[in-house]
């Protein structure tokens, strides 16, 4: 299934959106996403038609501003886009750098959308001012004008009608969740960012994400967390504790580029956590999901202390 994405936004779980929408209950009613990003597990699950609903969140207003234009009003984001794309212009970096300063200067969403289709990795970066700074990729001229259009159209198509789209603080978001959510974070890893870094708008605290974490414990809410994970051997980021009783499936995303180029076999994991609540109404254990296409979910080789310690049972 070829699922559409607005555009490039490093972190994007849109690669494992397949595998973290395994652990979403049959009937979900409706997916929340504090830390949307590029929103790419809530167009993924709308295009296998999985929740009915969806809240759109983050923090960074222009970001939320321009996911509300793809979903509302697409025809004139795309034809604004077209405009501002000029892949012919005679200096296409200096035309960059403009837009840059221009949307450093007025927060307009829509050159927002341009830079991301522009920009190194599709890698956000913002300085000490909270101006973005992410130079231009010299390699590419960004998304086709035809292209970006049909992406834009498809995102519409999907999601128009069923979401809101907010950029509120991820705290205020779980403590208007509904019973019936589901709520997917994704929030800037702790061992990537810390509290404040050039990479991300805004990082969080980690003893603060716990404890929202404990109070939707309480609540009996149903969530997911990407949050930390290692390479080969060395962990990014300290996993979350073990007293929030979460259950703890690792995913084997492949190399990384760089272990590839300096030819090491290095696999990259990323952990994903399931709350008691929703572990529970899954029945779901530790496990390992390996990145061969042959192997299934497997009980972890090493168990953390997290959830069950039965055998694992496999979803599909």
Not at 14 to 24: G, H, S, V
Not at 158 to 180: C, H, Q, W
Not at 289 to 304: F, I, Y
Request: net charge positive.
């Amino acid at each position: 299934m070829t699922v559409p994405q607005p555009f490039q936004y490093q972190g994007s779980k849109r690669a494992l959106a397949p595998l973290i929408l395994q652990y979403l209950p049959p009937g979900t009613t409706r997916l929340v996403e504090p830390f949307c990003g590029s929103a790419a597990l809530s167009i993924a699950s709308a295009a296998r038609g999985r929740v009915g609903e969806f809240w759109l969140n983050d923090f960074n207003a222009p970001l939320a501003q321009l996911l509300s234009q793809i979903i509302n009003s697409p025809k004139e984001l795309g034809k604004f886009y077209k405009e501002i794309w000029r892949a012919d212009h005679a200096d296409a970096l200096e035309h960059y750098y403009q837009v840059r300063e221009s949307f450093n200067r007025t927060q307009d969403a829509r050159l927002l959308l341009y830079l991301l289709a522009r920009c190194v990795k599709g890698a956000v970066r913002y300085n000490g001012e909270g101006w973005f700074n992410q130079s231009p990729d010299k390699r590419r001229l960004g998304t086709r004008p035809e292209t970006m259009q049909a992406s834009l159209n498809a995102i519409s198509a999907l999601l128009r009608g069923k979401t809101i789209v907010t950029a509120l603080s991820y705290e205020n978001v779980l403590a208007n969740v509904r019973a019936d959510d589901v709520v997917y974070m994704d929030p800037p890893y702790q061992g990537v960012c810390g509290e404040r870094d050039s990479r991300y708008f805004s990082g969080i605290s980690f003893d603060d994400f716990v404890a929202q974490l404990t109070v939707l414990n309480l609540k009996n809410v149903r969530y997911l967390v990407s949050y930390d994970g290692r390479l080969g051997s060395r962990s990014y980021g300290k996993p979350l504790p073990a007293r929030l009783r979460l259950t703890l499936v690792e995913v084997e995303a492949g190399r990384s580029s760089q272990a590839t180029l300096l030819g090491r076999d290095e696999m990259t994991v990323e952990s994903l956590y399931l709350s008691p609540a929703l572990a529970d109404e899954l029945d779901v254990h530790p496990s390992i999901h390996r990145h061969r296409r042959d192997e299934q979910m497997q009980l972890m080789e090493n168990p953390v202390p997290y959830g069950k310690a039965k055998v694992s049972k496999r979803i599909s």
